[in-house]
């Protein structure tokens, strides 16, 4: 069974709207870590955000926030105000545990951002 | 910029060969992973070393093999190069040992491409 699954393959917002990219994730462990990055056309793969398992409030990140919803097991990330420049391949990752160092990334969600 | 260096940025070799990508951490972190990213297996985890020592392992093949050095930095040796081995490998570091909040910077990645 997948780890980590993003449903959304593609997505297409207009510029200056909120995106939500959607994120479910599978584990049994009490204590894991939720990640997302961002991989612009360039390639390199940039850190946006970082959510515990055990973190009270959602984590934010100027323009990024983590719709943290542990009942359901999702990790959705919200970008405001998007802007042409947030076009990019963004992957869902998680750690589990609290001594394993692998980092299990999703598929990714391809976002567009139309003028 | 992740502070995370990599070379060649680019790399076009022939099936048979052997290369070596080499990775720089950024100042201070502890830790090197390397990941392989194909547009048919996705993101995938590769090896970690902390602090010169082999820490966890993930679907790295036999054909590869990687160091890390007294001044932090990591080598990963590819052989016997298959079409199937041109991918986009990256390179990431982090703090620690990878537990709880140690977040992964990534480097911009070498492109093998196999002929």
């Known amino acids: 069974a997948q780890k980590i699954t993003q449903t959304q393959p593609g997505m297409f917002v207009q510029e200056k709207e909120a995106v939500t990219l959607d994120c479910t994730y599978d584990?049994?462990?009490?204590?894991?870590?939720l990640f997302w990055y961002k991989q612009p056309s360039s390639g390199e793969m940039i850190f946006l955000i970082y959510?515990?398992?055990?973190?009270?409030q959602n984590a934010t990140e100027g323009r990024y926030s983590l719709n943290f919803q542990k009942a359901r097991k999702s990790a959705n990330l919200v970008i405001s105000a998007s802007q042409l420049g947030d076009s990019a391949m963004y992957f869902c990752?998680?750690?589990?545990?609290?001594?394993?160092?692998?980092?299990?990334f999703g598929k990714g969600t391809r976002l567009h951002i139309l003028p | 910029d992740s502070g995370v260096t990599q070379t060649p940025k680019h790399l076009i070799t022939a099936t048979g060969q052997r290369v070596t990508l080499r990775c720089s951490p950024r100042s201070g972190d502890l830790s090197v992973y390397w990941y392989q990213q194909s547009l048919d297996q996705g993101l995938q985890f590769l090896i970690q070393y902390y602090n010169g020592e082999e820490r966890a392992k993930g679907n790295i093949l036999e054909r590869f093999s990687a160091q890390q050095f007294p001044d932090l930095h990591s080598e990963l040796n590819l052989s016997s190069l298959e079409l199937g081995d041109s991918a986009l490998y990256f390179c990431?570091?982090?703090?620690?040992?990878?537990?709880?909040?140690?977040?992964?910077?990534f480097g911009p990645g070498t492109r093998l491409t196999v002929l």
């Open positions: 990431a570091s982090s703090a620690l040992a990878g537990e709880g909040t140690d977040t992964q910077y």
């Open positions: 990752a998680m750690r589990e545990g609290d001594r394993d160092d692998k980092i299990i």
């Open positions: 959510q515990g398992s055990y973190d009270q």
């Open positions: 584990t049994s462990d009490p204590s894991y870590g």
